[in-house]
């Protein structure tokens, strides 16, 4: 046995996760009409020792989409196959929540038969796009009028409903890596004059009612959001990151949101502050780390009271019993780049478990 902190249970208002292993939510790119299916049942039962696993991006309207092969959370054949993914899970004794995804300006009209994605404002920006024909480079978006803000945030409560059908544990809202919860957020992609943009109040107004439609229907204890400061991907940019990013915890906060799942890579570059902690000490939820961990970096993270849980990405695609690797202390299976977005079984579900 071990006595590893990371190995030990996580007791929340709603829950009792059995260690402190999380699995982040990782795009597999498997599901060509958009709908969950056997073998995604198969590849997230195999990874249910997790304490938590948050799915995939999973996109909460045919707007929302800008990603090849993801599946989607908002048509009953969508909610069926999440089924199968749930109860397969649950079967495994795991517990499951689907990332709520809303991809905006990072998204390519060939998703949306040549009309532009939405954004806060019609900002130029430099990012590429995973289309079915390969990356392409972003174009400018469109900015979304009231109406559609108020529509989109319908969305997330919807599809958070349909998560619920679909008998998910809770949801995480994604508002990291520069999709859209994100780019109303951060000043740089934001230009809004209206009640979305200016101020910091203004730009987290979205994240806040996103994440407020998803307590609507689940409660703030069985709700995560996602929020990555430190990470420019889709060209991202704040003139005060710590600010906004702070503002924006000290929301959730009031909100009681059961988790907040923070990115930043465990090794900054020299200069760069660490705003985790800033993050921790505003936080009295389940404080999830997230980016780079290994099994020394998680359990110190934990021992020191940085965090409650580590969410592991790559780590799990290629070891789906990783808790158990964590606590015998094995050398870890490397995975496979080339099959992280393509390829069926190969590099998804046949990564083999220890035993
Ligand atoms: C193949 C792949 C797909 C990913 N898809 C998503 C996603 O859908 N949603 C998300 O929030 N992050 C996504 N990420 C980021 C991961 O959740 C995680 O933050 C990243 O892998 C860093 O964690 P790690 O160092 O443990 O791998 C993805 C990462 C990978 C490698």
Known sequence: MTDLKLLSPLKTDAFEFKNRVF???????????RVANELTARYYAQRA??????????????????WTNSPGIYTDDQIEGWRKVTQAVHEADGLIFAQLWHTGRASHPDF????????PSAVPFDSQVFTPEGPKPAVTPRAMTLEEIQSTIQDYETAARAAKDAG?????????NGFLPAQFLENGPNKRTDAYGGPVENRARFLLEATDAAIR??????????????IPYNDMGDSDLEGTYMFAVEALEARKVGILH?????QLPDGLKLLAPEARKRFTGQFIVNVGYDRETAEQAIATGLADAVAFGTL??????LPERFRRDVALAPSDPATHYVGGEQGYTDYPPLD
């Open 316 to 321: 799990f695609i290629s070891n789906p019993d």
């Open 262 to 266: 923070f990115m930043e890579p465990v």
């Open 168 to 176: 998910f544990d809770g949801v995480e809202v994604h508002g990291a």
């Open 112 to 119: 949306h038969g040549g009309a532009l994605p939405v954004a």
């Open 217 to 230: 229907v689940f409660g703030p204890s069985r709700v995560s959001v996602r929020l990555s400061p430190r």
């Open 49 to 66: 020792t997790a304490g938590l696993i948050i799915t995939e991006g999973t996109q909460i309207s045919e707007q929302a989409i800008g």
């Open 23 to 33: 699995m982040a939510p990782m795009s597999r790119s498997r599901s060509p009409d």
